[in-house]
């Protein structure tokens, strides 16, 4: 990737397509139709971006919000856990 810069580009149906699926008590998953939470704003897709450093990151996140012509939140991966 050009300037060792990766990305990863998905967008999402809308909200009211989603299922929810809650296995935290174990057993078979809990599966309800809708979000996971009523909300004014939904996420509508995602970017994952490796870049150098946070800097980099924020950068290509003003160029992202300009052309989506809306809010970019920036997050770091988690890591896997080695071993």
Do not use: M, N, Y
Not at 36 to 51: D, H, R, T, V
Not at 62 to 68: G, L, T, W
């Amino acid at each position: 990737a050009a300037g060792g810069i990766e990305v990863v580009v998905a967008g999402l149906h809308p909200p009211e397509t989603a299922t929810v699926v809650d296995a935290r008590k174990g057993g078979d998953g809990l599966t309800t139709d809708g979000p996971f939470a009523e909300a004014k704003e939904q996420i509508g897709g995602f970017w994952i971006l490796k870049a150098p450093d946070l800097d980099a990151a924020l950068k290509l996140a003003e160029e992202a919000s300009a052309a989506c012509h809306g809010p970019v939140e920036v997050r770091p991966l988690q890591e896997e856990a080695a071993g």
